[in-house]
């Protein structure tokens, strides 16, 4: 009798704490959609700012932040899908290869602001790339890397062994073998990495801080080497450097944010069941 | 005639997986063109190592060590200059568990030939049809050649991957254990279309069971431990071994 009962002690602890998990994400949505979104409306969405920011929208900061994950994207998956192809497929498992996973490793774990200073100094001013979309995006690609290196690693190591054995007993090259075999069925995890690692990308602050953002900027953008505003950012900046402003627009611009963030891990949530359920072994 | 050149000659090999056991120790084997050769003995007797290192799939294990030489045609297998790819292409493998890849049963058929660059549709359909038949799976799968290759049979599956490799038309076809899972049925099937397929190639197979290796065998080599024990004709290894432990072995004593 008693270990029935452990049992469904155990059971009952366990369900508990997975609801609790949900709880915080679950009020955090509703908070912000209760005050946010009374703020969102068609001038809010496609509008600069006006009157110190106090008034009109937040489009610039928006499509700041689309050209910045869309620049990290360039910047980081041709590097990181190369690395986790050369981890798992090419590179034995020697002193070199170990200090190159150190690294990988280590990377993620470097603190963001971190990653902001390096771009400073790295990109802003020794490679003279000034403060612009260039910067911040090689800045956030260099925070990204880790995330969808370890991810792209993991689908590609799921791909069964066999499939290389056989494809290469039919002659095929390493690299037929590659891109035939190994890529085509790793690819839903590849892009599963790749678009959490820009949704966390498109929501840091501290990487763009000193590389790209701008305080207030209402023009847009008209090349790489052009600062822009950006949401993570523009928020931090209406929340705590002006004062009196309106709540509300603080609130729809986190609600954005969020929104742009959630988006982009639903997309790749979709992508991977639906591809999940076509695959045939 | 009188002494012909072997297809393959295997020379005094060894191998080791890195760790202290020897896979295989000092074998040496001559495989004439055209013969059903068959390498047997119980598991880990060093069968399997023994048909991957003759196309280089051993290649793929890590810290595998070998020594001595095999000749293909007369040429050896693992000089520098040898052409790897090529060389499984004219040496090709069919494994134990039958691996179909993701794709449909033209896909896999036509999945070497693409690779070493053939697109012609004419020559491929012409291909696929004549390995299925070959393999004796054409009449069941003619109608769905452009369906999922993992809806088939295990039986079909396994006839599948020897069609993919007779498909590239090697010279010599390496089978592990080809009816591995199959039924009586199944198994007479194949085992008929080997001796078809010998006319045509030269064939080394590690086989389920002794006596499936006294049914098919031109010659057989047995295994133990790594060593090659005994070599003969079909008659003399399975009626009259020489040798103690493959008469204990072929007569069911130990397995």
Redesign the interface.
């Known amino acids: 009798m008693k270990r029935q009962q452990t049992q469904k002690l155990a059971v009952g602890i366990i369900t508990t704490v997975s609801f609790l998990v949900v709880v915080p994400i679950l009020l955090v949505l509703i908070f912000m959609i209760a005050n946010g979104i009374g703020g969102i409306s068609w001038t809010f969405l496609s509008q600069p700012p006006r009157s110190g920011m106090t008034e009109g929208g937040i489009l610039p900061a928006i499509l700041g932040t689309i050209f910045l994950t869309l620049g990290t994207a360039i910047a980081a998956i041709p590097l990181a899908i190369g690395a986790a192809i050369y981890l798992s497929e090419y590179a034995s498992d020697n002193r070199l290869t170990r200090l190159i996973r150190l690294a990988i490793v280590n990377l993620a774990g470097i603190p963001s602001i971190v990653y902001g200073l390096f771009g400073l100094g790295a990109f802003v001013l020794f490679l003279n790339f000034g403060t612009s979309i260039l910067a911040g995006s090689l800045t956030l690609g260099l925070m990204t890397l880790p995330v969808v290196i370890s991810t792209a690693e993991e689908a590609i190591l799921s791909v069964p062994q066999e499939f290389r054995v056989v494809s290469l007993s039919l002659g095929a090259t390493r690299w037929q073998t590659i891109r035939h075999q190994v890529l085509p069925h790793a690819l839903p995890g590849i892009i599963t990495g790749v678009i959490l690692g820009l949704g966390r990308a498109a929501g840091e602050t501290a990487p763009i801080l000193f590389t790209v953002a701008a305080f207030y900027l209402p023009e847009l953008p008209q090349s790489i080497f052009d600062q822009t505003m950006a949401l993570p950012y523009h928020l931090y900046v209406i929340s705590t450097q002006i004062p009196g402003m309106p709540m509300e627009i603080q609130y729809a611009t986190a609600l954005v944010l969020l929104l742009i963030v959630l988006s982009l891990t639903l997309i790749a949530t979709f992508i991977r069941s639906s591809m999940r359920r076509r695959r045939e072994w | 005639m009188s002494n012909p050149k072997p297809k393959l000659s295997i020379q005094n090999l060894f191998f080791t997986y890195g760790d202290e056991t020897e896979a295989l120790r000092n074998i040496n084997l001559d495989i004439m063109e055209n013969e059903l050769f068959i390498l047997f003995g119980p598991s880990r007797s060093g069968k399997s190592t023994l048909l991957r290192l003759m196309?280089r799939?051993s290649d793929?294990s890590?810290g595998g060590q070998r020594q001595g030489k095999i000749l293909f045609n007369g040429s050896g297998i693992f000089s520098r200059k040898v052409d790897v790819?090529?060389l499984?292409?004219r040496i090709?493998?069919v494994?134990a568990?039958p691996?179909p890849?993701?794709g449909t049963i033209y896909d896999n058929l036509t999945?070497?030939l693409k690779?070493?660059g053939m697109r012609d549709k004419a020559t491929l359909d012409e291909r696929v049809a004549r390995s299925l038949q070959q393999a004796a799976l054409w009449d069941e799968v003619k109608d769905r050649l452009h369906t999922?290759a993992?809806a088939l049979s295990g039986g079909q599956k396994q006839r599948l991957?020897l069609a993919?490799?007779l498909a590239?038309e090697p010279e010599v076809i390496l089978l592990d254990n080809p009816t591995s899972g199959l039924d009586p049925i199944s198994t007479t099937i194949v085992e008929q279309s080997l001796h078809e397929l010998k006319q045509q190639y030269t064939i080394i197979m590690v086989p389920h069971s002794v006596q499936q290796a006294a049914r098919v065998a031109d010659k057989a080599a047995f295994l133990l431990d790594g060593q090659v024990i005994e070599v003969g004709r079909q008659k003399d290894l399975f009626v009259n071994p020489k040798d103690q432990r493959t008469e204990d072995y072929v007569t069911g004593r130990f397995g």
Do not use: D
Request: proline content about 4%.
């Open positions: 196309n799939l793929l890590e790819i090529n499984r292409r090709s493998m494994f568990i691996t890849l993701p999945y070497g690779m070493a999922s993992f991957c993919r490799s590239l």
